[in-house]
């Protein structure tokens, strides 16, 4: 039996969860071309800005940007185009229905190569306001200085 390889991820949306309280999470591929893909192996890709659309049935990945690949000077691609995202139809509706009915936001959390192909983990949730964003900083200044406090405590 061949040892399975793990994952090696690209580049992580760390604002996602700052920004939103996620809810529900979705596996994804991406339709890309190839100079896009060398690109993302040389981790020249940003997530920050990116977010989720449903049209006319489909769900795209818009406003993430992808480097130009220096090779691929004769055909380069656009680097903030939109990129089809490769969902289960009912996965799909599912997001389409959350994002219209709650008001939620689907937002790439990770990119990562799964046995050769790029996946995207979308997360789809609220928009955190601006104390429960102060209650999370406060919470992870708390912890910080517990763990600290232990570490002294154990030299």
Do not use: C
């Not at 599912?94 to 994002?99: A, G, S």
């Not at 996946?119 to 900083?137: H, L, S, T, Y």
């Amino acid at each position: 039996m061949a040892k399975r390889k793990t994952d090696t991820l690209i580049v992580k949306n760390r604002r996602a969860t700052f920004d939103y309280e996620i809810e529900e999470r979705y596996e994804a591929g991406i339709s890309l071309v190839g100079s896009e893909v060398k690109s993302m192996r040389a981790g020249k890709v940003d997530v920050t800005d990116a977010y989720v659309a449903v049209e006319q049935g489909q769900a795209w990945l818009k406003q993430m940007y992808v480097a130009p690949f220096e090779q691929a000077s004769a055909f380069p691609h656009e680097q903030r185009r939109s990129r089809r995202l490769l969902l289960h139809g009912r996965e799909i509706h599912e997001i389409d229905e959350r994002l219209s009915r709650d008001g939620a936001t689907a937002v790439p959390m990770r990119l990562y190569f799964k046995e050769g192909r790029v996946k995207v983990e979308i997360g789809v949730g609220r928009g955190k306001k601006k104390f429960d964003k102060r209650a999370d900083i406060a919470k992870k200044d708390a912890d910080r200085e517990a763990r600290a406090a232990m570490r002294e405590g154990r030299r």
